[in-house]
């Protein structure tokens, strides 16, 4: 066990389901034939998790990650102690629980850049309560970035082999447009490749989508296509990478995820997540519950590994004990195979 990767799991915001879908997770001794994980968090909101969905789980807290016992049966945390018991109540957006969110994602991060554990993988945040807990990012990439003094990266959405990268995310469609620009597409791009091959991938292909309806159709639905996603591709060409595009988004997440490509390169937030929630989320229309919630995200181009859930802090199942861990599960498995070069984590 000792060769696993150690993967710290940052709870996220204490008011939504992060607790829970860590506990969850680690209920199964499968976790542990893979990874070292341990949560960094609220020792109170951990406690209630585990009496929540039962199966009479330990719990070691810990000062340090060479504390951990990295046991099945046994939850390793190392408590914040940001929050008390009742302090933050469940669904509810507060400062409180919003900076108790920032400092356990400062902690990993700063454990992950002394070497202290192999990857982090982060639980839900909610944006509001982080922005009143007066910290003021628009989500997990842009703190990643801020906080390794990273200019370049990019989110990467994953459901298996089907995976999407974003050129932009957390603006309005109107920036979007603006912010497509030969450079940046081909940040992402080479970013792309780069996180292709760290997963044991030799010649990655890659689609690139266009930003307008049928890639600009000539330039009658826009020049962007033409003028910066096109000579991007061109130059990601230049410099070995299999590239394609500007390829019309209405099919080019079909053909990805049909196998054609290895990842492909959406222009903004709602075109790439769309097409990822579609493929990996299933909604039981005779309950109006969801049967599945798969996929992760992932910030490339940082010093370190980052993987999360692809889903938010669920306020109206939080504390109730009915969260569901899929997406979690997926998330440590995919930082324990970046950790691990690439090799399947089991």
Known sequence: MSMHPTIAITMG????????????????????????????????????????????????????????????????????????????SYGVVSAKAGHAAYQYIERAIGLALAREVDAVVTGPIHKESLNLGGHSYSGHTEIFADLTNTSDCAMMLADGDFRVAHVTTHVSLRQACNLVTRKRVLVVIRLAHDALRALGMSEPKIGVAGLNPHAGEGGMFGTEDAEEIAPAVADAQAMGIKAEGPIPPDTLFAKARGGQYDMAIAMYHDQGHIAMKTAGFALDSSTGKWTAVSGVNVTLGLPIIRVSVDHGTAFGKAGKGTANPQSMIQALELAARFANGGSSPA
């Open 13 to 88: 915001d204490p008011a939504g389901i992060g607790a829970e879908i860590a506990v969850k997770s680690l209920q199964s001794p499968k976790t542990y034939a893979y990874a070292r994980p341990l949560i960094i968090g609220d020792l109170d909101y951990v406690k209630d998790a585990v009496a929540m969905v039962g199966g009479g789980l330990a719990v070691n807290v810990i000062s340090h990650p060479s504390e951990g016992l990295y046991r099945p049966g046994t939850l390793d945390i190392m408590d914040l102690d940001n929050v008390d018991a009742g302090e933050v």
